[in-house]
């Protein structure tokens, strides 16, 4: 039987293309321009819109990044739109991009991309910048074949993937510009895990279950969520100075109820209560 709490009726944002759904410490984000999930400079908008309500919202621990429906979770850039603007407006289209994905990246709560059905070009640089990514297995493939369009991966492609897999690694998936199945993206380290599912619901509802496990009071959210910023923020900068954010990110998390909590229980020999303070 399914106890979770159910999500709140999902809203969608200014420009319809995202919606957003809270409840009992997970915010679902879903892309929602069907049939394949492509972004535009409005989707952007509204995906900004959300990662900033999640962020600022301290009932929130942990982002779900969704696309709507059972074969994409995201095609990338819309290529119609692309064919129809300016090369300065796409400059700027792909600026503001990565500076939302960035917003995404540094927000200080997990974030899970739960990829039911394709996840190609830019829809897997969108989840790249998600700190986990759970497969649905069977549903789809994954990659980066922008070069087959003469361009490279023009929204943090190039950066996470070669971050994430090495540089050899990386340039060669990007060079060959070949999907593969979500069998391969976790051989490769590309997902996390992959689940059984029968469809869209129970994959969506066995991910949400599984996010809900990184939240009060089974989990201290606020500790899981400075580990991320230790990484995000640690990994470019000099040991020394990696260490230094460590400590000072470990010395916030010392004065914390979670942080007392978390001793006492051990102490005590009981599983803790955590409540993200």
Request: with cysteine; charged share 20%; proline share 3%.
């Given at each position: 039987m399914d106890t979770r709490p159910p999500l709140s009726t999902p809203e969608p944002l200014a420009h319809g293309l995202v919606t957003y759904s809270p409840g009992a410490g997970v915010a679902q984000i879903t892309l929602c321009n069907p049939p394949?999930?492509?972004?535009?400079?409005?989707m952007m908008l509204d995906l900004d819109q959300a990662i900033l309500r999640a962020r600022f919202d301290d009932g929130v621990a942990v982002i779900v990044l969704?696309?709507?429906?059972?074969?994409?979770?995201?095609?990338?850039?819309?290529?119609?739109?692309?064919?129809?603007?300016?090369?300065?407006?796409?400059?700027?289209?792909?600026?503001?991009?990565?500076?939302?994905?960035?917003?995404?990246?540094?927000?200080?709560?997990?974030?899970?991309?739960?990829?039911?059905?394709?996840?190609?070009?830019?829809?897997?640089?969108?989840?790249?910048?998600?700190?986990?990514?759970?497969?649905?297995?069977?549903?789809?493939?994954?990659?980066?074949?922008?070069?087959?369009?003469?361009?490279?991966?023009?929204?943090?492609?190039?950066?996470?993937?070669?971050?994430?897999?090495g540089s050899s690694r990386a340039i060669a998936l990007m060079a060959q510009g070949d999907?593969?199945?979500?069998?391969?993206?976790?051989?490769?380290g590309l997902v996390n895990r992959q689940i059984e599912a029968a469809d869209e619901a129970e994959f969506m509802g066995a991910v949400l279950d599984w996010a809900q496990t990184f939240t009060p009071p089974e989990a201290a959210s606020g500790a899981i969520g400075l580990i991320k910023r230790a990484v995000q923020s640690g990994a470019d900068l000099p040991l020394e100075s990696g260490l230094a954010l460590e400590r000072e990110l470990q010395q916030r998390l010392f004065q914390t109820d979670d942080a007392a909590e978390g001793i006492n229980a051990f102490q005590a020999k009981r599983p803790p209560k955590f409540t993200g303070q």
């Open positions: 394949a999930n492509g972004y535009s400079h409005e969704a696309g709507q429906g059972e074969r994409f979770f995201c095609a990338g850039a819309d290529i119609a739109m692309l064919g129809k603007i300016t090369p300065s407006f796409k400059y700027a289209f792909c600026l503001h991009a990565n500076e939302t994905l960035l917003r995404l990246e540094h927000t200080p709560k997990l974030v899970i991309a739960a990829l039911g059905g394709h996840c190609v070009g830019g829809g897997l640089e969108v989840a790249l910048a998600a700190d986990l990514r759970v497969a649905r297995k069977g549903s789809g493939k994954c990659g980066l074949p922008e070069v087959k369009l003469g361009v490279l991966p023009g929204t943090g492609g190039t950066q996470r993937l070669a971050r994430l897999l999907t593969f199945d979500y069998d391969e993206a976790e051989a490769l």
